[in-house]
């Protein structure tokens, strides 16, 4: 079992940048793989960015490649996302997620089994 706690949301302007964390109790988080979500009003929860166990790979969607970048340091038991070049299509809040699938952490929530409070991202234009 792991909880998650995220942190760092807020309001910034459009090419501001924002750096989330993460938070997870338990002594496996370095098992697990690690990703984060994001859910706009009325829209569905959708992938943003995702890592695996040792944090050698990464995993992002087309959307935030290149100014989004998800990091790990394990002896923290922490994840972050980095935001750059923020946009107002990025407003949304923002889910840590954990998966038990370590090496290959999924793109779809059903692959995940744990999930922080969520924290919001404002980005204004």
């Known amino acids: 079992q792991v909880q998650l706690v995220e942190s760092g949301g807020g309001l910034v302007q459009a090419g501001g940048s924002l750096r989330l964390s993460c938070a997870a109790s338990?002594?496996?988080?370095?098992?697990?793989?690690m990703a984060w979500f994001r859910q706009a009003p009325g829209k569905e929860r959708e992938f943003v960015a995702a890592?695996?166990?040792?944090?050698?790979?990464?995993y992002y969607a087309d959307s935030v490649k290149g100014r989004f970048t998800i990091s790990r340091y394990n002896a923290k038991n922490s994840v972050y996302l980095q935001m750059n070049s923020l946009k107002p299509d990025d407003t949304a809040v923002y889910y840590c997620?954990?998966?038990?699938?370590?090496?290959?952490?999924?793109?779809?929530?059903?692959?995940?089994?744990?999930w922080g409070q969520g924290t919001q991202v404002t980005v204004s234009s």
């Open positions: 997620a954990a998966t038990v699938s370590g090496s290959s952490p999924g793109v779809e929530p059903d692959d995940y089994a744990y």
């Open positions: 338990g002594r496996t988080f370095s098992s697990y793989g």
């Open positions: 890592i695996n166990w040792s944090g050698s790979r990464t």
